[in-house]
């Protein structure tokens, strides 16, 4: 039926127009933003999943970092042990030198001030208040502080640290309690401030080595936390990037089929308009059923 009105042809090719001319944008768009998922109707299943697994993702992130920060604080606390230790050990060789008996009480003297100096170090490091550890002051901020926790205090509940992205996955790391004990007995002063232990007691090489082996005892709990840490951070590092890689494959675009569909996409849209200009001429054949 030849019309003038109603130009058919013109109308679908106009919408096949349209239509490609949608799906050349949708493919532009997505190369340039490198993402399959440009609007939520693209895969609103992958959407949702790839929100689930990114959320996921960041918690691992969060877990990994406290893991890193967990795992300085113990190797702080190792290394500050490591150095008690070699005070404890000089402390161990000024106490048997003191008993020489071919020592003048001089040289005693010149021990005692160099072991009561050792003991100043020890009690500097690991603080305290008088109701734990004596003296006529507290010692609120001792040396042995990592980002301004005390490595040394009391904490009968250790230092929880999260390892994963649920709240059930966690490890605690033991306290290191030197205010107690036989370290107790090294650096304890009383209400004058006094140091209740001195080179030439009885107990003194006694109280040192059982000071050391306490420290040792400590080294061995923070070692094996370590070796924990160590593990969850090799964990939750493959963990992160199995979640990487699941998030790729739901949200970003593959450049090579892209490609192939935006040449396609280009093609159709350049042969629609092609098309609708043809159809656009079809009324005119009509004129020549009225020329005479």
Known sequence: MSVINTNIQAIESARDLSRAQDLLNRSLSRLSSGSKLVDPSDDPA????????TAQNQRVTAATTNVQNATSYAQAADGMLDGLAGILARMSELAVLSQDPTKADSDVALYQEEFQGLQDQLRATIGGTTAEIGGTADISAPLGTFNGVVLFGPNA???????????????????????????????????????????????ASAQITDANQQVAANRASLGAAQSRLELAATTLKIQGQN?????????????ATESTQLAKYNILVQAGTAMLAQANLTPQAVLKLLDR
């Not at 605690?172 to 232990?197: C, E, F, H, K, S």
């Open 157 to 203: 509940s250790g230092y929880q640290v999260a390892l994963g992205d649920s709240a059930t996955q966690t490890m605690t790391i033991p306290a290191t309690n030197l205010r107690t004990g036989a370290m107790l007995n090294l650096i304890q002063q009383d209400g004058a401030g006094r140091y209740i232990l001195s080179l030439t007691s009885p107990a």
């Open 46 to 53: 992958g959407l949702g999943v790839s929100q689930k697994y």
């Open 243 to 255: 979640f990487q890689s699941a998030i790729s494959q739901l949200t970003d675009v593959d450049v």
